[in-house]
Structure formats: structure tokens, C-alpha cells
């Protein structure tokens, strides 16, 4: 189903690049109606421009006049100075879509002079291949129509989950980081192969190969993640030797401590706008 609405990017950074793909590539959108406005980087602008055939605007006026949804995608530290400057320009009509991490829907409220609806969203990268693990929430003046609209937009690059507000920052830490700790994780595991003796081609293929199984042996399955790596073990055999060695490194704790810690810095950017 294609949605025949005029979407406005505010901010062409990763994030919005892979909803911008996900959205094109699954033809929900049609490039032409997606406009990206990016104050600073021009030639971030003219990538975007040439790789999606979107439109692209510098002037932040411009892009938010004509647009029915208004996605904002700047670093936190940039919000408050960009809805200053188009709030004036911003009607009642405009849903305003938030991908940005620790920001509450009350904040950007606040900064507007109208009613908007406002819902908070938050994807991670993999939207650019259709595998997004979103989750949404609505602020104050959004409404079930205004959900149906984003659901179908944040379904087209992946699934969704609706969350209460306060949830959003564990949604943060879990998925929206998420895929950086895969890659992370990958990136040990290629070098390790590589020194075993593979070719990084054939690193990446069987380390890709391996996680996109992982991924799917999980979805298709009600046993828990330690049943599955259980499984895989046998006494003294070569996988219950590898996961001794991670053992030995603390390595669930580490993994728990990254995601508390991006948690915890999720919450910290929103309460340091809000005093602002």
C-alpha cells in the first residue's frame, strides 16, 4: 500500500537514509514525495539526492511548508534550534514523526506553538533492508489515525512494536543501538577467522551466513537463547570451548552493562534539553 502524503526530513544522517531506502524500496513512498532538508553538509545532500532521487532543500522553511508528515532526524543537540526555526511556519495539519533517541514527546510539544500530533519513533538501521525492529509511541494530541499512518510507514521497513513512552529508552538501548553490537561482535569474529587461516571474503560470507540463520533460528522457535546455545554444545567439544573463553571475559556482563549504559545515556538526553 502506497501512502500518497509528503514527508519532510528534517536531517539526512544514517537513520533517516535507511527509513528514506527502506521506504523507496518497498514502494510506500514515492521518491518524489520525500524532501530532505539538512541545514549544514551540502554534499550529504546532493548523496542523498543522486543515490534516492528525493528531493533535497537547504532551507528548512521550505522543506516543512508543503509536507504532511515531518520527520525529525537531527542529533539531539540540534532539535530545540531547528523547531525554533520553522515552528512559525509548522500548522496543526502536520504530524511530526521523531527518530531521534531520548528525546519525550512533551519536549517537542512544548517547543511548538500548535496542537501537533506528535509520535515518537524508534528504528534502527536495518530499516534500509526491510528489517527495522521499531517502536513507536504517541504523545498527547496524536490520534489512532495518526498511529495507522506511522504503523504503516515504520511496517514497511520492518516490524513494530507500540510501547508506553517511558519504555522508549530501554527501546533505545535494545534495538535502537542494537545492530551496532552485532556489527561490533562481527567484526572480532572476522578477524578471528582471518587469522585462522580464511580469506576475509570467506570470513564474511560464513560469519554473515551464520548470524542471518541465528536470527532466523530465534524467530521460528519457542526455546530460549541458552536452550539453543546448548544445542550446539557438546562436552568437551569445541563450541562449549569457545563459550568458556567468552565466560571467562564476563561476556553476557559486558553485553548488559553496553545496553544499560545506552539506556542510561538515552535518558540523559532528554532530561538535559528539557532543562534547557
Do not use: W
Not at 513512552?165 to 582471518?194: L, R, W
Not at 541458552?226 to 569457545?242: D, I, K, N
Amino acid at each position: 500500500m502506497q501512502i500518497n502524503k509528503q514527508i519532510t526530513f528534517l536531517g539526512a544522517g544514517s537513520m533517516a537514509e535507511a527509513i528514506i531506502g527502506g521506504l523507496i524500496s518497498q514502494n510506500i513512498v514515492s521518491s518524489r514525495s520525500i524532501t530532505v532538508a539538512n541545514l549544514q553538509d551540502q554534499d550529504r545532500l546532493a548523496y542523498i539526492n543522486e543515490t534516492y532521487q528525493v528531493n533535497t532543500e537547504s532551507n528548512r522553511l521550505e522543506a516543512v511548508q508543503s509536507a504532511d508528515i515531518i520527520i525529525l532526524a537531527m542529533k539531539p543537540k540540534n532539535l530545540q534550534d531547528a523547531i525554533s526555526y520553522i515552528k512559525e511556519d509548522v500548522t496543526e495539519n502536520q504530524l511530526i514523526v521523531s527518530v531521534i533517541a531520548g528525546i519525550p514527546t512533551t519536549l517537542i510539544e512544548a517547543e511548538l506553538i500548535t496542537n501537533n500530533p506528535v509520535i515518537r519513533t524508534m528504528p534502527n538501521t536495518s530499516a534500509k533492508v526491510g528489517e527495522s525492529a521499531s517502536a513507536i509511541c504517541l504523545g498527547k494530541f496524536a490520534t489512532d489515525a495518526h498511529l495507522l499512518t506511522v504503523e504503516t510507514l515504520f511496517k514497511a521497513i520492518g516490524s513494530v512494536s507500540l510501547v508506553e513512552e517511558e519504555q522508549m529508552d530501554a527501546v533505545t538501548g535494545v534495538a535502537g543501538s542494537g545492530p551496532a553490537y552485532f556489527y561490533y561482535m562481527v567484526e572480532a569474529m572476522e578477524k578471528a577467522a582471518c587469522n585462522a587461516g580464511l580469506s576475509k571474503e570467506q570470513a564474511h560470507d560464513l560469519v554473515t551466513q551464520t548470524i542471518v540463520g541465528v536470527g532466523k533460528r530465534l524467530q521460528n522457535t519457542n526455546k530460549t537463547p541458552r536452550a539453543l546455545y546448548q544445542e550446539v554444545m557438546s562436552p568437551g567439544g569445541t563450541t562449549e570451548a569457545g563459550i568458556q573463553k567468552l565466560a571467562e571475559h564476563h561476556f553476557q556482563d559486558a553485553i548488559q552493562d553496553a545496553v544499560g549504559n545506552a539506556v542510561n545515556r538515552s535518558k540523559e538526553l532528554g532530561q538535559v534539553l528539557s532543562k534547557n
